[in-house]
């Protein structure tokens, strides 16, 4: 009974663990490529370029961590205007609507009280004429919902000239990334909407202060159930001189939970190679087998792939008889290192090579492949092989391959031998999971902001209200599967339970 007892209790728990496990917060480093560019709340975007200022995610330079890329930023020298360029996103749940503002219905994402992680990498480019103190500006959008009927949201700005970097011509560091911290850190503020009624910059004086430039988050009294809606990383505007430069790496965390960290990307292809063989099996009972490998190369990545090539090797033991070149230019070897003109005869081949070229991500799956006779082989030793893609961009380690599985011998040798055989399912290539970006249907705001240069104040700018509600995504994993799996044990343990009660009852 004692035993039964303790085999209910570490299921009990086992379950709570699995349950608890689902349901957690989750997050993770989301990567944005230009393709889930899009001005929906929960989309990032450019917002508030003007006077050929830039943000787009390219592949100018790559991240600290080692990214293909990061989000690229630049201003010309301006004339007689004042470039700006600033890249935001907007929680999924913003609302924006006349004569209201802006509010949110789920609580954005998260309460300014519990944020406990704000970071973000930024590079200036040595090519930089603007002064040599200037660094990119990230901002905070916070909602307050307490303040008047509608709430007020403000506009939290950190820049580097107001966290010890240099104010009076010393130079910030150029081409290299820098990891900023800004939790602690100053920030400066404008007020966006007070209770309905849009005020921006002309609104800072008399009660509403804006220009102190050393107070952090916890000394401007924003109250205790005011969110972060929104942030965006921007230049200018007002700034003297162009500016190059890029950021990345941006992350938001709330109250011990896994930060959220949005990685900006380029696009590019995501190859995979998967192989088949047909039929799956050999048969004992005929000298001579026939068998057809199948080659399946696809682009599930957001760019096209160029300069394609399939490799694969024909198994020992085995005699290749045609070659499916699916109208693409093909090579031979016969030594399995170097590749030619194929032969007439391909019996002697070892190897071929397939130059597929070019293939876009939105281009069908490409087929290729052999066939090939095989001797009836020593029994119990099965063919493999592993096929390798390579192109421009990228390239896969070999990993698909397909075996043929040899049935056991027979067990008698005066009748003829066993025609029934066995399958074996091909392993399939490594794939890529393509990026992903919070879904979301309605438009977003393009709401210019104001950025500071110097220590005076910044000029007066307005900003048009364009948001709309939005949909939650899912950002982090599912925890239905996790949830069920605990519900079910759960219900184990107390079946269990129920029968050592009933047991000890009679």
């Known amino acids: 009974m004692r035993r039964l007892l303790l085999a209910i209790a570490s299921l009990l728990v086992l379950a709570?663990?699995?349950?608890?496990?689902?349901?957690?917060?989750?997050?993770?480093?989301?990567?944005?490529?230009?393709?889930?560019?899009?001005?929906?709340?929960?989309e990032w975007h450019e917002a508030n370029a003007r006077d050929g200022g830039v943000s787009v995610v390219s592949d100018?330079?790559?991240?600290?961590?080692?990214?293909?890329?990061?989000?690229?930023?630049?201003?010309?020298?301006?004339?007689?205007?004042?470039?700006?360029?600033?890249?935001?996103?907007?929680?999924?749940?913003?609302?924006?609507?006349?004569?209201?503002?802006?509010?949110?219905?789920?609580?954005?994402?998260?309460l300014l009280s519990?944020?406990?992680?704000?970071?973000?990498?930024?590079?200036?480019?040595?090519?930089?004429?603007?002064?040599?103190?200037?660094?990119?500006?990230?901002?905070?959008?916070?909602?307050?919902?307490?303040?008047?009927?509608?709430?007020?949201?403000?506009?939290?700005?950190?820049?580097?000239?107001?966290?010890?970097?240099?104010?009076?011509?010393?130079?910030?560091?150029?081409?290299?990334w820098t990891a900023e911290d800004l939790n602690g850190d100053n920030f400066w503020q404008i007020p966006q909407f007070i209770d309905g009624s849009f005020s921006g910059i002309g609104g800072?004086?008399?009660?509403?202060?804006?220009?102190?430039?050393?107070?952090?988050?916890?000394?401007?009294?924003?109250?205790?159930?005011?969110?972060?809606?929104?942030?965006?990383?921007?230049?200018?505007?007002?700034?003297?001189?162009?500016?190059?430069?890029?950021?990345?790496?941006?992350?938001?965390g709330f109250n011990g939970a896994e930060p959220t960290t949005w990685d900006f990307e380029p696009d590019r292809p995501e190859l995979s190679l998967t192989s088949a063989i047909s039929p799956g099996s050999l048969d004992l009972g005929s000298d001579i087998n026939t068998a057809t490998a199948t080659l399946t190369l696809s682009n599930a990545g957001t760019a096209m792939a160029t300069g394609g090539v399939v490799v694969d090797t024909i198994p020992t033991g085995t005699t290749l008889t045609a070659i499916n070149n699916s109208g693409f230019p093909i090579q031979c070897s016969g030594d399995g290192a170097s590749f030619g003109p194929c032969p007439a005869d391909p019996a002697s081949v070892v190897a071929i090579e397939w130059t597929v070229g070019a293939l876009d991500a939105t281009d069908p799956p490409v087929n290729v492949g052999y066939t090939l006779t095989i001797d009836l082989p020593v029994v119990g030793s099965p063919f493999a092989n592993a096929p390798t893609v390579a192109s421009d961009q990228t390239t896969l380690a070999p990993g698909t391959s397909f075996s043929l599985p040899v049935?056991?011998?027979?067990?008698?040798?005066?009748?003829?031998?066993?025609?029934?055989?066995?399958s074996a399912a091909p392993t399939t290539a490594e794939t890529s999971t393509p990026s992903t970006t919070a879904p979301s249907t309605t438009a977003a705001p393009t709401t210019p902001t104001t950025g500071v240069a110097t220590t005076a104040a910044p000029t007066s700018e307005a900003r048009p209200p364009a948001v709309d509600?939005?949909?939650?995504?899912?950002?982090?994993?599912?925890p239905l599967p996790l949830l069920l799996a605990g519900l079910t044990l759960l219900a184990a343990g107390l079946a269990l339970a129920s029968a050592a009660w009933r047991s000890r009852i009679t």
């Open 16 to 42: 709570s663990a699995l349950t608890l496990s689902g349901l957690a917060a989750s997050a993770a480093t989301l990567i944005i490529r230009p393709t889930d560019w899009g001005p929906a709340p929960g």
């Open 60 to 110: 100018v330079r790559d991240d600290r961590l080692g990214g293909d890329g990061s989000l690229d930023q630049r201003l010309p020298a301006p004339a007689a205007n004042s470039p700006k360029t600033d890249a935001q996103i907007f929680s999924p749940d913003t609302v924006f609507a006349a004569g209201a503002g802006f509010s949110t219905t789920a609580g954005g994402f998260g």
């Open 114 to 176: 519990e944020l406990d992680t704000i970071h973000f990498d930024w590079l200036r480019a040595s090519s930089s004429t603007a002064p040599a103190h200037l660094t990119p500006a990230l901002r905070l959008w916070l909602w307050d919902p307490d303040v008047g009927t509608n709430g007020t949201s403000t506009l939290a700005i950190w820049e580097g000239i107001y966290n010890g970097y240099p104010t009076s011509g010393g130079p910030v560091p150029t081409d290299v």
């Open 204 to 252: 800072c004086g008399g009660p509403i202060e804006c220009f102190v430039f050393d107070r952090d988050l916890t000394e401007w009294g924003y109250g205790p159930n005011t969110q972060v809606f929104g942030v965006e990383v921007g230049l200018g505007s007002g700034w003297a001189g162009s500016y190059e430069g890029a950021a990345d790496l941006i992350t938001l």
């Open 407 to 422: 049935q056991p011998a027979p067990t008698t040798t005066t009748t003829a031998p066993s025609t029934t055989s066995t």
């Open 469 to 478: 509600d939005g949909s939650l995504p899912n950002t982090g994993s599912n």
